[in-house]
Structures are given as C-alpha cells and as structure tokens.
C-alpha cells in the first residue's frame, strides 16, 4: 500500500500541466471556468492543439495515431485538464465510436474513419435513445431496410448531443423485428447531409440547446456503412458504453468544482463575514469534501486495477453513482453560495466580467448549471439502471 | 381545530384554479418569459378583476382578504400554474408596506394597486447583504427638504415594470443595525435611478438598481424616521408565507405530473411506476408532501401572532420547504428522466420554480440558524 504517485507518473504531471500552461488558450479556460458556452471553433480548436500534440486520443492503441496511456496516466490529464478548466473533449467520435471500429470494424473503415476523426474532418454525434427507449435501449424502433447496396432507414433518435454540430452519425438501428430484441440490432454509421434527415433543436430547462432529435425519412445508407456483421450492434453497443464509462467519476470535475464553490464563498458575505466562516455551510462544504477524497481514492483503486489489465465490471457502475452524486450535490453548494444571485438568467458567455465581485456576471450561471447537471444521473445509464446492474452483479437474480 | 376553508377562500380558490387551468398552460407560460417585459398585462388586469390582488388586503387596507389564509389560498394556485406575474412584489411586498406604514396620501396608490393599474417593486436586498434583512448600507442623507439616496440595490424582482420603488436605505446607525432603516416611496423614473434588467432563471425579471444622489422630497418617506425594520420583517414574513405556498403548489404540480408519468411510461415492457425503486421513491415525496402542506399551515395560521411565534414558524416553513421542496424536483426530474429537462415540458419550468425559492427571504441555512436563534430567545 502506498499512496504516492511514482517518479515517472509525478514526472508526466508535469509534462501535462506545462502544457497546459503554454497551450491551453486562455479563451477557452475563461470559457470554462466561467461557465460560458463552447462553440463548435472553440471545440474544433481545442482538439486541434491535442492533436497537434498527439494526446487527442489518450485511450487509442499508438498504431492508430493514440498515445495510448495507461489508466493512471489518463486520470492524472483528466485531473489537470479539469484544475486548469480545459474544455472537455468531445467523446462521440473519439471515445465512443473509434473503440468499436478499432475493435469491429473492418479494415477500410478503419483506414478510412479513425485519421478523419483524430483530424477533425468529421464531427460525430450518437443515435441511441428513441422515445420510446430510454433506460430500456434495446427496445429502440428504428428500422433498417436492406434495399440492394443500401439500407433504407426510418424512425427518430433523441437527446443526441451536439448534434447541430455534426455532420455524421452512429446508429443503432433494428434489422430484424423476428428474434429477440438485442438479436436484431445492427450498427450503421449514417452522413447527416442525406436526404431525409432533420435535426431539430430541443431546449432544455437552463436555456441551452446541446441536444436534439434526429428525424429519418427513407434515408439511403450505403451498406459499407455497416459496421461488423448485421444484427450484432447490440453487443458494439455495449462495448461502445464500457468506454463511455471511462472517467465516469467525473473526479477532475468535482475537485475543479469544489475550488470554484470556496471561491464564490470566499467572495459571498453572509451576516457581514465570508460565507466560507458560516458554520453550516463550511459543514456542507466538508461533507461533500470528505466523500469526494474517499471517492476519488476508489476510483484509483479502480483504475490500478484496470492499468494491471482487470476489465472494471459492477465498479464502473458505482462510480457512475457515487461520482454523478457527488458532482450534483457540488452543483447544489454552488447555488446556494451565489444566494439571491443564483437567480439571474446568466446563461450566456460572462466574458469580462469582474470575478471576486458578487454580480449577476460573476456568479455566473451556477443555478442552470445545477439544472443542466441533473442530467448526469439520467443519461449514460440512469442510477437506477447501474444500481440494477449493481445487485445482478453482486446478488445474481 | 377546523382544516377547511371557509366559504369565502373555498370560492376564490375554484375560480383562480379553473382560470388558470384554461389560461396558463406551458406554451403560454414559455411565450411570457420569453417577453421583453417577462409578465403579461392582460393576464395581470384579468386576475386582479377576479379578485385576487383584493384578497391580499384587509378590509381596512380597502381589500377582503390580507390574512395569512388569503395569501396561502392565492399563491398556492399561482404556484400550482408556475404564474409568473409579479403579485408577491406590486401586492404582499411593496403593496402591503405602503399600506402599512403610509399615511393617507401614500395610502390612497393601494386602490390602484387593487385595480391592478399599478406595479411596485421592493429595492432592499444589497450586495452584501445575503439574506439579513437588517444589513442596510445605502444612505439616506437629508439636505433641506430633500433626501438624497446613494446606494445599490441588488436583484430587485420587478423593478423595469414598476412604476414606483419602495427603497430602504440607512438614516443612521451601521449596517446589521435593526434600528436607522427607513423606507421610500420612489418614482422609478426619479433621477439618478438607474435600473439593469435581466430574466430571472425561474420566469420574470429583475434588476440591479443604482441609486445615484437621487433627490426625493421628505413627504417621500413611509413611516418613521429610522424606525423601518419591523415593518419589513412583518412583510418579509408575509411574502414568506405566500412563497412557501407558491412552493406547495408548485410541488403539487410536480408530484401529479410524475405520478401520471409514472403510471403511463413504459419500459421493459411495463409501467415504469411498477418498479419498487421508483414506487418507493414516489411514496417518499408523497409522504414530504404531507409535511410541507402542514408547515406552510403553521406558518400562514402563526401570520398574526406575536413577533417571536410569527418568526420561528415562518423559519421552520422556509427550512422544510427549502428541503422537501428540493427532493420533491430533483426526484420529480430523476424519475421522469429526460423528458423533464425539456423547456416545453411542464415539470421543467415547476422544478425551477420549487428550488428558486429558496433563493429569496433566505434560504433552508439562513432559516435554520434563524430558527435556533429565536428559539434560544
């Protein structure tokens, strides 16, 4: 048992914050730290300057352009990444798709897609959830007609993330009503300029308008789009979701978090003294503190165990819980800190603004973040889904 | 004892809930916050003609209502349609200041309050000054028959549409003194009043308000000299007690909505409701129910009691409202899932409205150490 870091993972610390220090466009981090909002350029140039470095894709495999980290290397980036308010990269393509064409995907669709996604040709979003599929994905609608070279595709996708920003999409699409529902399920990568796809904006209740629904009307798909064999998408889907789970505690998150919320506290006055003083905040304050080091000590523990190259298995699924938790009940510390300036409508980017000073700029949108933030526990797998998980796994039935 | 309403309160809340139920749906809602001004007149001009600013008034103040009970029946309908129209700032909050502590001049506005052809705002929170009602750093310096004031007022709900502003500002003593505050009744149009707007996250809109030598003649003053602050802890009380009933009712929507959806959503091949997980959850926020109704009583029944008794529930109310009034969103939002964060759902803008109350008059912290300290007294 020992705590510490070793000399090579201190000495990759600091290769990363200085990087972070000489690249990370001030901008962007204003962006983040403030809670401004990221455009498509900002995004694209982030994961320009990660590339540029070749540590836009941490967890690829170096024979497809990866650094290929380890696991204890990637939470050290998350870690600093987050300190130093560096936007999030944006997983669809990277983390979610490139996983299953590596693995499943032929030759040619590897050739062809993994280099347009490392250089930003391709902006990619995700075609699961349905209306009426949900935590319950496998009963998605959607279908796919093989129709000589072409598969022709009609149903509706929702909460697809980013979608407005994307010119291609990964679907999952039902290819054989006959057998069991995971067993006619295929996976279809489908270009968004197709006749017959519309993508309509949903707003959300923080005012932002990050996810969508994506409507298919006869759209033609090619059947080289096809990836790995016809009705097994299913099974690339859950190995796709493994990966979305990586970082899944969200710690890098919830200690850049935590700083932000003893700075509003530092700033905010309650009864003529700093609310940071106020007994009963500083005790919510360290609660959330306190379970947040333990948390971030099990996601440790997990991630050795997954650098020693055990696959984490009902683990992932309690640090989705404890990790999205932990993360809300931050989000909520936040709100309460800013007081009467929790209620501005401060959705937009706050650039300028004068931090330190309790305004409605420099509380910045800490109550639509909470709102926003309630998503964490339903997307992804809702907690109810992983507690579900939990106790098949640990209590068979 | 007797839980029921009497005649009176039983009539005004079917019609106020049968008007709201044909006018105020979500679309209609969204359209007004999407407005420039944030409310809507003809909505505003329709409910006072009901009635429901005269319920917020004393027969002698020129209403039928004004009791803790008028205000608990109004606002529990209000927040049972996410009305966003500002009553509690024109009618309980400045309304109610002027007609208790004006004299016969400032007194007669509050016909015209009635009528609905007047909007007030209440400038009093500060920068600094978090939820203490006593922590009073603008000036009010005299100079002749004037009064000139200097000051910032921080988040003032309603101040673009007001009319006229009913301002607190320190005439002596040290900020968290209870003694020195005095009020004033300030045409928002005065000069050196400056007022920057913005949407508020739950619906409406406030303002930061600068006061910059603003000159005021004497006569408008509301009450004494200095002698402001229990007035404005007995109308913060007030407006307290018709909030945490906007809350309930709020709420109300909020756990009608998820035990519907609860019962009609299906996955796996059944209703969603039929999982224990959520069952068991519902129960949970159907039992808090019973608790939040049941303090919001208290607090409304305790309006006309001494300070001390008056105070201590109005705490215990905002505390437990604060709390259950939070796990009744987030839980009504996490068992919803999705479909909850949308904009055009109705749930969306309720949930909003439940944990931004506890957001003004002080928070489930501020009523806590609030309710200790009177309690200790």
């Known amino acids: 048992m020992d705590l510490s870091y070793s000399e090579e993972e201190k000495a990759f610390r600091e290769e990363v914050r200085t990087f972070l220090k000489d690249k990370l466009p001030k901008e962007l981090s204003d962006k983040v730290r403030y809670g401004g909002e990221l455009g498509k350029a900002d ?54 798709l490139a996983p299953v064409l590596q693995k499943f995907g032929s030759k040619e669709q590897q050739d062809h897609w993994l280099p347009r996604i490392l250089n930003g040709d391709d902006w990619w979003c995700q075609g699961y959830s349905e209306p009426g599929a949900g935590s319950d994905l496998a009963s998605l609608k959607t279908t796919a007609v093989r129709d000589g070279d072409h598969y022709i595709v009609n149903g509706q996708k929702t909460w697809t993330t980013l979608g407005q920003h994307a010119n291609m999409i990964f679907c999952l699409v039902r290819t054989d009503k006959e057998v069991k529902q995971q067993e006619g399920i295929s996976f279809l990568l489908i270009d968004m300029d197709t006749p017959g796809i519309e993508v309509r904006p949903i707003v959300l ?81 360290a609660q959330v503190e306190i379970d947040l080091q333990a948390m971030s000590t099990t996601n440790l523990r997990i991630i050795s165990k997954a650098a020693a190259g055990t696959a984490p298995g009902v683990e992932s699924s309690m640090l989705k819980v404890k990790g999205t938790i932990i993360r809300q009940e931050i989000n909520d510390l936040a709100r309460r800190a800013a007081g009467a300036y929790a209620m501005p409508f401060a959705s937009e980017a706050i650039e300028g603004s004068n931090a330190g000073l309790p305004d409605p700029l420099s509380a910045g949108p800490v109550a639509a973040q909470y709102f926003n933030n309630r998503k964490l526990s339903i997307f992804g797998g809702s907690n109810e889904i992983q507690r579900g998980i939990i106790a098949k796994v640990t209590m068979g039935g | 004892m007797n839980f029921e309403l009497t005649e009176e309160r039983q009539m005004l809340q079917d019609t106020l809930r049968r008007y709201l139920r044909e006018k105020y749906d979500t679309a209609t809602r969204n359209k007004i916050i999407e407005s420039d001004t944030g409310y809507s007149a003809a909505i505003w001009a329709e409910l006072a003609e009901l009635g429901v600013i005269g319920a917020l008034f004393t027969e002698e103040q020129g209403g039928f209502g004004g009791k803790g009970f008028d205000l608990t029946t109004v606002f529990e309908e209000l927040g049972r349609a996410g009305v966003v ?56 310096k005299s100079d002749g028959d004037d009064i000139v004031l200097n000051g910032h007022k921080a988040v003032v709900v309603n101040a673009e549409a007001a009319d006229m502003l009913v301002v607190s500002a320190r005439e002596s003593g040290e900020p968290g003194d209870n003694d020195g505050i005095s009020l004033f009744l300030v045409p928002a149009d005065t000069k050196g009043v400056t007022i920057q707007g913005y949407a508020l996250l739950a619906g409406g809109r406030a303002a930061e308000v600068m006061l910059d030598d603003v000159k005021i003649p004497v006569s408008a003053r509301l009450g004494a000299a200095g002698k402001a602050f229990d007035a404005i802890e007995a109308r913060v009380a007030a407006a307290s ?55 919001v009583i208290n607090a409304a029944g305790h309006l006309e009691s001494d300070r001390s008794v008056r105070e201590s529930h109005v705490s215990a109310a905002k505390n437990l409202m604060g709390r259950a009034g939070r796990l009744v969103a987030e839980d009504s939002i996490q068992m919803h899932g999705g479909i909850a964060m949308t904009q055009e759902y109705e749930l969306a803008h309720i949930a909003k409205r439940i944990v931004m109350a506890d957001h003004r008059f002080g928070d489930t912290d501020h009523h806590l150490e609030r309710f200790i300290a009177l309690s200790a007294a």
Request: charge should be negative; proline fraction near 4%.
């Open chain 2, 241 to 295: 007690v018709a909030q945490v009933a906007e809350t309930l009712g709020a709420m109300e929507t909020a756990t009608r909505l998820t035990k519907d959806y609860l019962g009609t959503r299906k996955q796996f091949g059944r209703p969603i409701g039929t999982f224990q997980a959520l069952a068991h959850r519902m129960s949970d926020l159907l039992i808090e129910m019973e608790q939040a109704r049941s303090a």
């Open chain 1, 43 to 96: 995004i694209e140039r982030w994961h320009a300057i990660l590339n540029e470095q070749g540590w836009l894709a941490p967890n690829w495999p170096k024979k497809f352009g990866g650094a290929e980290w380890n696991a204890v290397q990637r939470h050290i980036f998350e870690e600093e990444a987050a300190a130093h308010h560096a936007p999030r990269i944006v997983p669809f393509g990277l983390s979610m």
């Open chain 2, 85 to 140: 129209e500002p009553f509690l700032d024109t009618a309980v909050l400045a309304g109610g200041l002027i007609a208790d502590l004006g004299n016969d001049d400032q007194q007669a506005h509050v016909e015209e309050i009635i009528a609905g052809s007047l909007q007030l705002a209440f400038a009093h929170g500060e920068p600094t000054s978090r939820y203490d009602l006593n922590r009073v750093q603008t000036t009010a």
């Open chain 1, 205 to 285: 209740l923080d005012g932002g308008a990050e996810v969508n629904e994506v409507w298919f009307t006869d759209v033609k798909v090619p059947v080289e789009n096809l990836v790995g064999e016809e009705n097994k998408g299913w099974t690339y889907a859950k190995y796709l979701l493994t990966h979305e789970r990586t970082n899944i505690a969200g710690v890098g998150f919830s200690q850049a978090g935590l700083t932000a919320v003893k700075r509003l506290a530092r700033a905010e006055m309650a009864g003529g003294k700093p609310l940071i003083q106020n007994p009963h905040f500083a005790a919510r304050l």
